[in-house]
Structure formats: C-alpha cells, structure tokens
C-alpha cells in the first residue's frame, strides 16, 4: 500500500511542521479527482505551491496544472532537467529527479523499466517535465530514442520557445527571425516540428496546445499519463511563454496565451485507435474522471 | 583518550571525519569522538550531553516520521519515550531533503541544506539525529560540526557517522529504550530530578481552538489552505 | 524465465564457494560474473570499440540471468537511462570502451554525486585522434578524479572476482557509489585465460533498495517531497558549504569502499618478494608483464619485488608507501602515454625520485617483458646506456 510513505505515524503528527501535517489531511494523495482536481483549485492543499518563478510566470501556472492533474499522485515521479520549471517543480510534494542536461527521457526510460520489474502490478507513472531547449535540442537524441523504443511515460514539453532560465537565448524551438542571444541577427529556420516528430516517431497520444483553459489541459494530461501506462509514450507540447525574455506584460500574459492559441499553438490532439478506445473506456466509466 | 572528533565550531571549511582518519565502528561498538568505543561509553557520554548542555533537541527523519513499514511506530514511540525522559527536550523534525523555498521555519524545522539555521536559532548545544538518511545524516552532522557548538549524537539504523561526536549503530526500537535506560541512570547520577513529560507539540501548528477555526486564522499560510464555498473546516485532528 | 538459483552472500561466493576451471575470453568472464550477480537490469550500446561483454550480457539475459536488457541510442542515453533505474532501486551492469566511455561521461561523473550504485565494465582502447580501436587505458585517467571506485582487473580471473566484488562492495550503505572494473581491451578481453568459476547455480542475493543512504524514488519510501538531486544552491534560499560537504561525502564514501577491497579481495595491492631494491609496480595488463619480469628476474637470480595494483580508486597510498619503504627504485610499466599510474605513485610516496617513468607502451603496442627487464637492469646497475622509455 503506497499511501503508507505519506502518513505520519500517528504519535509523531503533533511533532511535523503545519505543511506537512496539512499535506496528508487536505492534499490529493489517495482522493478522487473529482474532489481535489484543477477544478477544485485553492480548495484544498495542493501539490505545488511556493516556489521562486517569475511573477507572471506562466510555466508555473501550466505546472501547477500538471500536478493537480495527477490521476495517482502518490505513485507518480517526475524528472526534469535544467531550466525554470524544474525550480517550481522541485518544491512539489511528488518525487522529482533531476540529472544531467536534457537526460530526461534517458532516465526515464531506466526507470520506468525499473518499477516494472519492482512492481509488475502496479501502475507508477513517470512524467518528464522539460524545456524545449532540454527537450528538443540537448535532449533530442534521447527525447527521440525513447519515444523510438516505445517507453511507457509521459513527456510534457514546456515550450517558452527560448532559454530562459540561462537568459534569454534561441533554442530549436523559437520562432524564424526571434532577434535572440546567440541569434543577433535573427534566428534563421522555424520552430522544430516537435508534434510531428513525436507521431512519427511512435507515440500513442500527442497534444499541442496553449493551456488556457485548465480543464482542457487537464484532460489532456490524464490522457497522456493513462496512454502511457500500458499503450506507449504520450507527449504534450504547452506553451508556455516567457514573460521576461519576451517582454510580455504581467497583465498580457493570459492574452497572449489566448492568442497563441488562435495562431501556432492552436489546439490539436492525436492519439492511435487504441488510445482513443482506452479513454472511451475510462471517461465513460466515470464521467466525471476526464471533465 | 584523545577525540578526533570534538564539538565545533571547527570552522569556515571543514575538514572531513573520515579524511581525518576516523572510520566507523564494528557491529557491537560505537564512536566517540571519532574513537571506537563500548555502547555503554558512547551512550553515557551522550546521556551527559544531553542532560547538562542547553536546550537538547531531537532531530528525527522521514524514517521514523512517517508510518512507511511495520517497524517504524515501534521505533517512533521509543524515541518519544526517550524524549520525555529528557530535561526540557524539544522535537524539531527533518521531514525532508529538498532545499526548500522560499526558507525553513526555524523553530519547527531543520533541512539538511543549512542545519546551523535551525541549531544558531534555537541555541542547541546538543542534539539526536535519528531516522535521517545517512548521506543527509553525513552532510549536516558535517555543517553542524562545522559553524555550531552543538553536540552531535547519531543513532543510526545503518553502521553509524563518523562526524557525529556520539555514533550509535544498528539502532532499532529496544536500542533507543536502552539508552533510555542509561539516560535515566546518568540523571539520577547527576541528581537532576525530573518527572518524564513529552516535548511541546511543533510551534507551526495553530493553538486555536479547532472547533472554530477559519481560514483568517491561519494568517499567512492562508493562500495554502482554504475551506470550501460553505465549509466550516471542523474536523482536524 | 525465472531460474532456480541459490542466494548468497558475497563472501561464500566469493571465498568458499566451489569452483571449477574453465579457459575463456575476459569478455566472457566478465559476463559470467554479471550472470552471478542476480543483475537486475543491464543496457548496452555497440559503440566501436565495443569489446563483447554487453552481446555476452544480452545472451544470459535471452537465458534469463537478468530481468531486463536493452540497447541504448548510445553512451550519454545508456549512462543516464543507469541513474535513472538506479533511483528505483534496482541492480545494474552496463560496459563501455574508450571513446563511448567518454561519450557517456558527463553521465558518468556525476554518478557518485547522485549516489547511484552500479557496476561499470571499462574495457580499455584508445581514445586519441586519430580514431585507433587497440588497447590503451589512457581513458582511465579520466575516471581517476570522478569519485568512482575503480578496479583494475590484470587478467580474465581478475575481472571474474572483480566483477562479482563491486556488486557488493556498490551497495554498501556506506559506499552506495559506482564501481568501475577495468581491464585492457584485446589483452585480456579477447583472449582467453584459465578462470576458476563458481557455479552458475550459485548467485549474489539481491538487492534491498532500502538499505540505502538515500531514499529510493519509488514511491515507497519517505520522504513524499524529495528530489534527487536538483541544483542544492539557488543563492537566496540555500548555502554553499551543503556542495562542499556533499562533495567531501562522495570522497569519504569511496575510501570507505577500501574496507571491503580488503574483505572480498584480499586488499588492493599484492606484494611479492617485499625485500627487494628493486620493484616492478604495475596494473591490470601492465601487471601480468611484470609478473612475468619479476619471474624471469627469480630465473635469473636477481632480486625484484613485484607489486600489483588492484585498486586505483581508492587509491592506497599507505600500502604503497609501506611495500615501497626500503625500495631504491620502482619501475612502473604503462599501457599509456601519460603515465597516470606512476604520477600517482610518485605523490604517495616521500621520495618520487626512486620512480622509472615506464616503459610505456600505447595506442596498441604490446609490452615485452624485455622492455621491463632493461629497466630492472640498469636499476641492478648490470646494463648503463639509457633507454627511453
């Protein structure tokens, strides 16, 4: 019984810093969706909360979705590499490894193929979070080789279409002609068709989209985490702007994401027949699993 | 009997117990100051610490916190009965490892990125690390050493810290009632009397009446738990 | 496919249990030591120059030895996709030679920070331009200042033992970093020897993923909010004395690794006639050369020692000094251009200016024990015109 990690034993509790305590009696861990989801936002105690982002940021909104989207919160385990998400991620109350540069999907694959041999029964979902720069540029070989090889997990790709942890440079993923660090003169080839890589390259559920609306990119999640469990890897490719690096007002930050929505990040959604019979399957068993 | 290792603070950059030489005891024994020593030494010695230098402390870890195997409620309750037998013994836990943000509270935790914080603030002169992982053990045992004046004991699961000024090892529930027992006896010796009483409860946690509570009430932690529409949150604890 | 094996402790397998002689590769002994092990996950990449150890490895997995096999997209991916499965708390073997090792070094460095318990073959081969597939274990001086425990096997027996012992000696809450076994690529990888092998009946009991001086990620274990291992330092909330310490502790933790090459492997050098003036220090291949110098010097009747180095990381400095005590001089033959092993000797040792730099031989050469034999002569005072090493 996996829960047993996250509860205090009994004499002890009075003892645990208030954040903790509280953790295991208002946080997710083994509660339905339904109650302590995205929709439930604010209500109860969530997985991530203080972390350093940049005010405004939108990657820590899109990251706080992500964990209050955990279809199995307390059998999941998250890796990132470096960047801005992994600071908001690593202060989240689910396991989270962190590597070498854009190791992600390499780890991953050994330790997905870890917990298969540890638990045979027993779904523990692997979720890498990174960058585009961690994804699609230093990571690419293993990204690709790992979707390649059919691993069974999760990848969800933050695309602020540039470096902006390390301040502001152009990466695989920005857009031809950004006027960037290391691209003075303007970037000289479009954005890496990362949605058409992960199809061809075999995964069973890709999704690109600006999340704007939170139930959507929730669904799209748990889609993804479901499809990875038992038919293949899953991809997600948000957007994620960059406020600072963009000079995108706090204010426009949700506007931009809008309107990104209407333009390169439109929303689109593949998924194998098998993938689509599976989630016919698990959102009509529970309608209100998949909103 | 000369000690390798002695309480610091040592200084800026400490050089490590295990580079100085010192290696861990046998099965059976213990350390004391970096010296391999009976149980029955090493457990004396830091019974005296703990009951004549200002405000003892223990830190347990996520391995005794948390009700994760069989075992762990056995060993927890030893280390509460420990505590209450200890002079005006406090509880700071180290529920985890991550350097966390945006800073610990001081006075109701101790992180293994910085654990000088924790002792600086509440002017600890000795401690009990147990249930802490030990490569976490190594590093604050070390940092501890380094800028603080508080006496290190480790009762560990495993085979014990070099760094630590009193290392007890393979520590299972009936070791950490046997030291218990010795404490008792080195109180008595020194005729501190003292009726056994637990340590105040986390200072983090709320005083309020939890009947009726409300999300006003918990000040700035407010934005990390709010009812629901309606709720009147009744039923803690 | 499960196998019916019997358990045991490393110090049965190892020290009591019967065993039975048998003539092959070191690729081959290596793998038998992996089939041993209960190794619960090996990955593997082909780079040239691969030596066969990991299509060995993945015949015993088809046989069922080991749960799960596959092959990388090439060494960064294997070594990383390692720490990945480490943090599961699994047990695990992969292999690489020059060129792929460093590929995957970045990976590799930084598995002693992480603490990732693993066993690592290094079948040595040129790494310098231009591109050479013979032997030379140049590479391992890039492993030297890792923090990695390394082994250094002499011949197909070595790398059996040696094999089988850095299982253990990784898991070790104490230790609980990688182990490297290197042994020269060709010399002792593809040619055979007589190995005295335990049954293959017999097999190192497996792992518990909670004695361990870290929390395994495995969502069974507390703490419920842990990471392995992001950035310790962002400079507002955390100090920098916690990477000093960190560091210290990875250091620690590989000299505490220096009791247990005692324990499974008889310490970490072997000293043969310890009167001598003269000593012949070497390591893997380098060693069984002078051996045989040191045998051909007893054939002559001269007096040279012979001290063979097993373990170069942790490095023992104090057993050297003290084997080295009364020597006047110490040659040290390489299978490398830079000398690694001697500069390391030399700062161990008082008095470095007893240390013949060489003979070195590399990218491929054989090493003649003549060429040995010329040093313990003109060290003896029998033979004056120098000879470059």
């Given amino acids: 019984m996996s829960l047993r990690y996250m509860i205090p034993v009994s004499k002890f509790k009075k003892y645990l810093p208030k954040d903790y305590v509280e953790l295991v009696d208002y946080g997710p861990f083994g509660k339905d969706y339904s109650d302590v989801g995205v929709k439930n936002m604010g209500t109860y105690k969530e997985l991530v909360e203080e972390h350093p982002m940049c005010s405004g940021c939108w990657m820590a909104y899109y990251i706080k979705i992500i964990f209050a989207s955990l279809p199995n919160p307390e059998d999941t385990v998250t890796i990132g590499t470096a960047g801005c998400g992994r600071l908001a991620i690593s202060q989240a109350a689910v396991p989270f490894i962190y590597g070498n540069y854009g190791d992600q999907n ?186 | 009997m000369s000690k390798k290792i002695t309480v610091g603070p040592v200084g800026y950059m400490p050089q490590s117990a295990p580079s100085m030489g010192v290696e861990l005891s046998p099965k059976g024994q213990a350390l004391l100051y970096g010296n391999i020593v009976t149980e029955e030494e090493a457990m004396r010695d830091a019974a005296k610490a703990l009951l004549t230098m200002a405000n003892p402390t223990i830190f347990p870890g996520p391995q005794v916190l948390w009700d994760w195997k069989d075992d762990v409620a056995e060993k927890s309750a030893a280390i509460l009965d420990l505590a209450a037998e200890i002079p005006n013994c406090r509880i700071i836990p180290m529920p985890d490892y991550r350097p966390k943000y945006p800073k610990i509270d001081a006075e109701a935790e101790i992180n293994p990125n910085h654990p000088n914080l924790t002792i600086l603030h509440n002017k600890i002169k000795a401690a009990i690390f147990i249930g802490v992982h030990c490569h976490y053990a190594n ?9 603080t004046d508080c006496y290190t004991i480790a009762m560990c699961a495993f085979m014990g810290h070099e760094e ?73 604890e | 496919m499960s196998l019916n094996k019997t358990l045991v402790d490393m110090d049965y397998l190892l020290k009591e249990a019967p065993r039975e002689k048998h003539f092959i590769t070191g690729a081959q002994a290596m793998a038998e030591a992996v089939k041993r092990a209960s190794v619960d996950m090996a990955i593997a990449y082909p780079i040239t120059p691969q030596s066969e150890v990991m299509h060995l490895v993945g015949d015993i997995f088809a046989q069922g030895h080991i749960k799960e096999y596959y092959r990388a997209e090439e060494e960064l991916g294997t070594m990383s996709a390692i720490a990945g499965a480490a943090r599961a708390g699994v047990r695990l073997f992969t292999a690489t030679s020059g060129p792929g090792l460093l590929r995957g070094l970045e990976a590799i460095v930084s598995w002693p920070g992480h603490r990732v318990p693993c066993v690592l073959g ?100 507390p703490p419920a909010r842990i990471q392995r291992d992001a950035p310790v330092q962002k400079s507002n909330f955390m100090s920098y004395l916690i990477h000093s310490v960190w560091q210290q502790e990875i250091w620690d933790s590989n000299k505490r690794a220096m009791k247990y090459i005692y324990q499974y492997l008889g310490g970490p050098i072997e000293v043969q006639n310890p009167e001598a003036d003269v000593f012949v220090l070497a390591s893997g291949c380098a060693a069984a050369q002078a051996r045989e110098a040191h045998r051909y010097a007893q054939e002559e009747g001269l007096s040279v020692g012979f001290i063979k180095v097993k373990a170069i990381r942790p490095f023992p400095k104090e057993e050297i000094r003290t084997a080295l005590k009364n020597a006047t001089t110490v040659i040290i033959p390489e299978h490398n251009i830079i000398g690694w092993l001697a500069a390391e000797v030399k700062a161990a040792i008082p008095n470095s200016g007893i240390v013949v730099d060489g003979p070195r031989v590399y990218g491929g050469m054989t090493l003649p024990v003549e060429l040995i034999m010329e040093q313990v002569y003109m060290a003896l005072g029998m033979k004056s015109e120098t000879l470059q090493a």
């Fill in chain 1, 106 to 291: 390499a780890m991953a694959s050994g330790i997905t193929r870890a917990f298969r041999l540890r638990f045979p029964d027993r779904h523990k979902d692997v979720i890498t979070i990174a960058g585009d720069g961690g994804m699609m540029d230093i990571g690419f070989s293993m990204t690709m080789h790992a979707w390649f090889r059919r691993e069974r997990f999760t990848t969800i790709m933050l695309d602020n279409e540039v470096y902006g942890n390390t301040g502001g440079q152009e990466s695989g993923m920005s857009m031809e002609g950004a006027i960037l660090k290391m691209s003075p003169t303007g970037k000289k080839f479009g954005k890496m068709p990362a949605m058409q890589l992960a199809i061809t390259a075999g995964c069973v559920y890709v999704v690109k989209m600006s999340p704007t609306n939170i139930n959507k990119a929730s669904k799209a999640i748990r889609r993804a985490i479901f499809a990875a469990r038992t038919l293949g890897p899953t991809f997600i490719h948000a957007y994620t702007s960059c406020n600072i690096e963009y000079s995108i007002p706090t204010n426009d930050v949700f506007r931009d994401a809008k309107e990104m929505e209407k333009g390169r990040f439109a929303f689109e959604e593949y998924m194998t027949p098998e993938a689509k019979e599976l989630f016919a399957q698990i959102e009509s068993k529970n309608k209100r699993e998949v909103s």
């Fill in chain 2, 139 to 147: 590093l604050s045992l070390r940092m501890i050493r380094a800028g």
């Fill in chain 3, 122 to 221: 290094v079948l040595t081969r040129v790494v310098n331009a231009p591109l050479s597939i013979q032997p030379d274990n140049i590479e391992m001086a890039y492993l030297l200042h890792s923090g990695i425990v390394l082994l250094h096997a002499e011949n197909q027996q070595d790398t059996f033992d040696m094999t089988l012992a850095a299982f253990a000696i990784t898991e070790k809450v104490d230790v609980y970093i990688p182990v490297a076994v290197a042994t020269e690529g060709f010399f002792v990888t593809h040619a055979k020897g007589y190995v005295d092998m335990t049954s293959e009946e017999l097999a190192f009991n497996e792992p518990d993923p909670y004695a361990a001086p870290v929390p395994a990620m495995d969502n069974e274990v």
């Fill in chain 2, 164 to 236: 630590a000024m009193a290392s007890i090892r393979d520590v299972h529930a009936e070791d950490v009632l046997r030291f218990k027992d010795i404490l008792v006896q080195v109180r008595n010796e020194l005729g501190i009397e003292w009726t056994a009483k637990m340590p105040p409860e986390n200072p983090s946690l709320p005083k309020e009446d939890w009947g009726t509570l409300t999300p006003a009430d918990y000040g700035e932690y407010r934005s990390l738990l709010m009812s629901k529409k309606g709720e009147h949150i009744a039923d803690v």
